[in-house]
Nanobody, 126 residues
Framework: QVTLVESGGGSVQAGGSLRLSCEAQ????????MAWFRQAPGKAREGVAA????????YYTDSVKGRFTISQDNAKNTVYLQMDSLKPEDTAIYYC???????????????????WGQGTQVTVSS
């Protein structure tokens, strides 16, 4: 069983930065695909970024490439999402997700993940 605990959301002006954290409790860090998803009001949940704990391979959706960075700290069993150059369209609830396997072609599909965090609100004002 894996419990994901998120933190770090908040409000920021356009162009600002935020860092989200997701601690995975109850499972060692390797052999997990860890991802961040987001859901804006009235929109479907979309994959933002993912990292495979085994080799730190990263995956990003096109809209955040060059602005967001996903990273991990194995000692703390924590994944981070550094969000820079934030835009109003980045406003959403951000969710951490985990699947106990190597990341694959499904990496941005929410149906592929078994474990989810509670979500944290990110609001970017113009």
């Amino acid at each position: 069983q894996v419990t994901l605990v998120e933190s770090g959301g908040g409000s920021v002006q356009a162009g600002g930065s935020l860092r989200l954290s997701c601690e995975a409790q109850g499972h060692t860090f390797v052999r997990k695909c860890m991802a961040w998803f987001r859901q804006a009001p009235g929109k479907a949940r979309e994959g933002v970024a993912a990292v495979y704990a085994g080799d730190s391979a990263t995956y990003y959706t096109d809209s955040v490439k060059g602005r967001f960075t996903i990273s991990q700290d194995n000692a703390k069993n924590t994944v981070y999402l550094q969000m820079d150059s934030l835009k109003p369209e980045d406003t959403a609830i951000y969710y951490c997700a985990a699947q106990l396997s190597r990341c694959g072609d499904w990496v941005h599909s929410d149906k592929a993940y078994t474990y989810w965090g509670q979500g944290t609100q990110v609001t970017v004002s113009s």
